[in-house]
């Protein structure tokens, strides 16, 4: 009797240790599972509506580095260049500031170098001068400026998108609902829900970058523009205070 109490005993122990494993593996196989913001699990249960946002997240990084290379190749914080060309042109020496300006690859110096050597090849007007430097900082400023409607669209789309998948989300959960009737799982539903949630999340996830980053970027080009136009009345003030400077001279 005892030794059948004992077996009850260890039979008892062993089924409370196998639950107890059980229960460690699901917790174990829980802890282990996929967070909602990886790539699998993201595309499965947001469908091609998600596929099409992270296609947009793709475009959207790429055009932002891009820019970032561009901007930083052009050198867009370089000033120091505008006091001395303006001196040499002040001076006389539109040459002299052509080298200086010819140091820099920025779309101020360029401009600025047009201007120049707009007056140097024939004896034009300021009005002409200004024109030939707005000419060359309107296809500067172009080129700082390109694929930003790219970043607009994809900053305005992408929300939208979003909100459309959980509109189709959100009907799929409850024809589901409707589906079953009375049987209904509260947390089949609050899953549908969810899911349908996840696609905004992943819109304005998109967005929020790409709308940001415009925003810098255009920031950033009104700042070269200004810093050239102020550089362009310059160098067209030192060009005209030189000819009317020559030209005093040839009348004595």
């Known amino acids: 009797m005892a030794e059948d109490s004992a077996a009850q005993a260890v039979a008892n122990a062993a089924g409370a240790a196998q639950t107890a494993g059980d229960a460690i593996a699901q917790a174990a196989a829980a802890g282990a599972a996929e967070p909602w913001?990886?790539?699998?699990?993201?595309?499965d249960k947001g469908g091609p509506i998600v596929a099409l946002l992270l296609v947009l997240s793709v475009i959207?990084?790429?055009?932002i580095l891009l820019k970032v290379f561009q901007y930083w190749s052009a050198g867009l914080s370089r000033r120091s260049f505008i006091e001395p060309a303006v001196e040499r042109i002040e001076a006389g020496d539109p040459e002299g500031a052509l080298k200086v300006l010819g140091k820099h690859r920025t779309p101020v110096a360029r401009a600025m170098a047009a201007?120049?050597?707009?007056?140097v090849r024939g004896d034009l007007r300021d009005e002409d001068v200004a024109a030939e430097i707005q000419r060359v900082g309107a296809v500067e400023l172009g080129a700082l400026q390109s694929y930003f409607r790219w970043l607009e669209v994809i900053g305005n789309i992408s929300p939208l998108l979003g909100l459309l998948g959980t509109v189709i989300g959100m009907i799929?959960?409850?024809q589901k609902l409707e589906l079953g009737g009375s049987?209904?799982?509260?947390?089949?539903?609050?899953?549908g829900i969810w899911t349908a949630l996840l696609t905004t999340a992943v819109g304005l996830?998109?967005?929020l970058p790409a709308v940001t980053a415009l925003n810098l970027f255009e920031g950033r080009v009104d700042q070269v523009r200004l810093v050239m136009r102020d550089a362009s009345a310059r160098v067209i003030a030192g060009l005209h205070a030189r000819q009317s400077g020559v030209r005093s001279k040839a009348a004595e």
């Open 183 to 191: 049987n209904v799982d509260p947390a089949q539903l609050s899953g």
């Open 115 to 119: 201007g120049i050597r707009a007056k």
């Open 60 to 63: 959207s990084a790429a055009i």
């Open 205 to 207: 996830v998109v967005a």
């Open 37 to 43: 913001y990886a790539l699998g699990p993201l595309i």
């Open 172 to 174: 799929q959960a409850f």
